[in-house]
């Protein structure tokens, strides 16, 4: 990517009156377009710029964020199931999707919760990610309950970018993006192309993605107006969850009952954006989308041949249309305002038939359909916030939220109908603030409330005959934190913070498998440093302390579950990472990720899992101005390391046992790279 005259660039731009930490180089214009900028939220804030994204070599785009600090990557590797970014204690396991997803500011999770939208993007295609940690965001709503993740892409500028990949596990990638701009018009292109065999046997994969921008600005530029469509296309193979007897006698292995499992899965995306500068102080910006999502999946979980009928196929199809719009008013130095709308509504099918383990070759007649639900999800969200500035060294951001769900679902298999849990509106305030005695320090505080609502097609979401009402989860978080510039190129951040949930449950419906975990507790201190050391040599290092208790719940048996911790979630997750530009020819750059062990069972009683310290390795050669050559080795170690889950599904009593997901093994890839 041609970079801009104006960058934000490893701290050089940012000021510690904000809580915004950059890596790598992004334009300014990717922080905002006349609404209030992100860096005003004032909680801990990390961009990742493009040029720390384009050069990775990944399976899917969702490791990419991992780069990150504090971000807890679940890899649970299942073909297009391959898994998620998460952060601030929340798990990738699927039960509490706590993470906002959005695409060019546009919602982007799935009816659960879950991050599938992310994979429609290629890192060719990324300008920055962005992501804003804690309770105080007022933007966004539903699955916004630890924080958001919002990928931007490119827009405007005149490129031509190609690269081709080829690697380990026979890894072909191939991605072109091209940018036209000229005399108020816009154009963007992107196609990617993705073929791999995977680190284990029966891993195949090949996806498609494909999108398109087109926008028109007015003489004046006051008028902005746009189109942005995506399609995707993935066909992969899933190699199946092992036994710890199975993983010792052949990690890459592909256990029999998986030879049919595997997914088809197509996802698309239309939106409409119209931006008007009303008058100097007064902005109007407006997003209308449409997302559908397709998924055809089948999946084998166990070995136990025994009662359980384990095979499945699970069917999704979802579509959400929705409509974003702020009016921003930037009264004077002293005062800005924002209020905000939402609506989105969900019509979505979810199908589930078990078929007998013996099944050996086809999943056309099976023996129980579980689920067979049609089901709508309506949400409207409103929200303001202030920016008061009281005095020159002291910033004031009051702010409130408040949604309200509807819906009904429509049980085919039974033919019974339920509406959707009322909840209300749900009321969301938040204030921030931050004290800035220098130029090169700041202290910020933040609290803020965030909610968690049932998702699926099928109680408890919905309240058929007997259900007993839920009310919302409401996440109370708070935040101080001390921004540092130790010197005009370098940004360092501690932050401690606290997150208490009240009638938290862990909800999971593609099972049909609800926990009450009632009250909890998330708490945590970040500590970051980035900087540019020298011309030549950028540096930077974040190590994530956190925790996440249950204070008082129980099991189903009665079993108290308070102090334990909840599942899946490390004590710690560092990074650190270094990018060394030996010569205008030269770049080498050396990555390190580490997560703690964590516990895969409620009552903590099963043992800790799935630690790893990874390594990283790339260099760049530019042979001339358009075109240069990448090499990057991951896994550096050959470190064998596997996500892990405790499997109280599947196996009859008394057999329950972890089952793993190995992780790929050391690989390198060759890339070519051609920008004019």
Not at 121 to 133: A, K, M, N, Q, T
Not at 658 to 667: D, F, I, N
Request: charged share 20%; proline share 4%; no cysteine.
């Amino acid at each position: 990517m041609a970079v801009t005259s104006a960058l934000l660039s490893f701290g050089h731009a940012t000021h510690a009156a904000d809580s915004v930490i950059v890596l790598g180089e992004i334009p300014v214009t990717a922080q905002g377009n006349g609404t209030l900028l992100t860096r005003n939220i004032l909680t801990s804030v990390d961009v990742l710029g493009a040029d720390q994204v384009e050069d990775k070599n990944v399976a899917n785009s969702w490791e990419l964020v991992g780069q990150m600090p504090g971000i807890q990557l679940t890899e649970t590797r299942m073909g297009a199931e391959s898994g998620k970014a998460t952060f601030r204690a929340f798990n990738g396991e699927g039960y509490i999707n706590g993470i906002k997803v959005l695409i060019d500011g546009i919602p982007s999770n799935v009816n659960s919760g879950n991050q599938r939208f992310i994979d429609m993007i290629f890192p060719l295609e990324i300008d920055y990610i962005e992501v804003v940690r804690g309770t105080n965001d007022p933007r966004y709503g539903l699955h916004n309950i630890g924080g958001n993740i919002n990928i931007g892409t490119r827009q405007g500028g005149n490129y031509t970018d190609a690269r081709v990949t080829y690697g380990s596990f026979n890894t072909r990638e191939a991605q072109v993006a091209l940018g036209r701009e000229a005399d108020g018009f816009s154009q963007n292109y992107f196609f990617g192309v993705q073929e791999a065999d995977g680190y284990r046997d029966h891993a195949h994969s090949e996806k498609y993605t494909a999108g398109a921008k087109w926008f028109v600005t007015s003489s004046d530029g006051d008028l902005k107006a746009g189109i942005v469509v995506r399609a995707y296309h993935q066909k992969a193979e899933e190699p199946g969850f092992l036994t710890a007897a199975e993983m010792a006698a052949n990690r890459r292995q592909s256990p029999a009952k998986n030879a049919n499992d595997g997914d088809d899965r197509d996802m698309g995306h239309i939106s409409a954006h119209l931006d008007w500068r009303i008058s100097s102080d007064l902005f109007f910006s407006n997003k209308l989308y449409f997302n559908s999502y397709r998924d055809d999946r089948r999946v084998t979980f166990t070995s136990n041949p025994v009662g359980s009928a384990p095979r499945q196929r699970r069917q999704w199809d979802e579509d959400q249309t929705g409509l974003l719009s702020t009016l921003t008013w930037n009264a004077n130095d002293m005062l800005a305002l924002e209020g905000g709308l939402n609506v989105e509504r969900q019509d979505n099918h979810y199908r589930r038939d078990r078929y007998t383990f013996a099944t050996p070759t086809s999943f056309a007649t099976p023996v129980q359909t579980q689920n067979n639900d049609d089901y709508t999800l309506n949400n409207v969200g409103v929200y303001v916030q202030a920016i008061i500035k009281p005095t020159e060294n002291l910033k004031i951001i009051p702010g409130f939220r408040a949604d309200r769900f509807s819906g009904d679902t429509l049980i085919r298999t039974t033919g019974v109908t339920a509406p959707l849990q009322d909840y209300g509106w749900i009321n969301q305030p938040k204030l921030s603030m931050v004290y800035s005695p220098t130029q090169t320090l700041s202290l910020y505080a933040n609290w803020g409330r965030t909610f968690q609502i049932l998702t699926g097609s099928r109680d408890p979401a919905y309240l058929t005959s007997g259900q007993r009402t839920f009310a919302p989860s409401i996440n109370t978080g708070k935040e101080l934190g001390i921004k540092i510039k130790p010197t005009a190129q370098s940004d360092m951040r501690i932050a401690v913070w606290q997150q208490d949930a009240t009638d938290e449950v862990a909800n999971m419906p593609s099972t049909g498998t609800t926990v009450g975990l009632g009250q909890t507790r998330r708490k945590g201190i970040d500590f970051q440093l980035s900087g540019q050391v020298t011309d030549k040599l950028n540096l930077w290092f974040s190590h994530s302390l956190q925790e996440a208790k249950v204070m008082r719940a129980f099991t189903t048996g009665g079993v108290a579950l308070a102090g334990k911790e909840v599942i899946a979630t490390p004590r710690h997750i560092t990074n650190i990472g270094a990018d060394y530009r030996a010569s205008d020819k030269w770049r080498f750059g050396m990555q390190g990720r580490a997560q703690g062990d964590y516990f895969i069972d409620d009552l903590n009683a099963q043992g800790k899992f799935g630690g790893f310290v990874l390594w990283d390795a790339n260099a760049r050669y530019n042979v001339s101005k358009n075109f240069s050559i990448d090499v990057q080795v991951k896994n550096l170690t050959d470190r064998q390391y596997a996500y892990v889950w405790y499997d109280n599904f599947f196996w009859p009593s008394g057999s329950e046992q972890p089952m793993y997901s190995p992780g790929a093994g050391r690989a390198a890839f060759v890339s070519l790279n051609w920008k004019m």
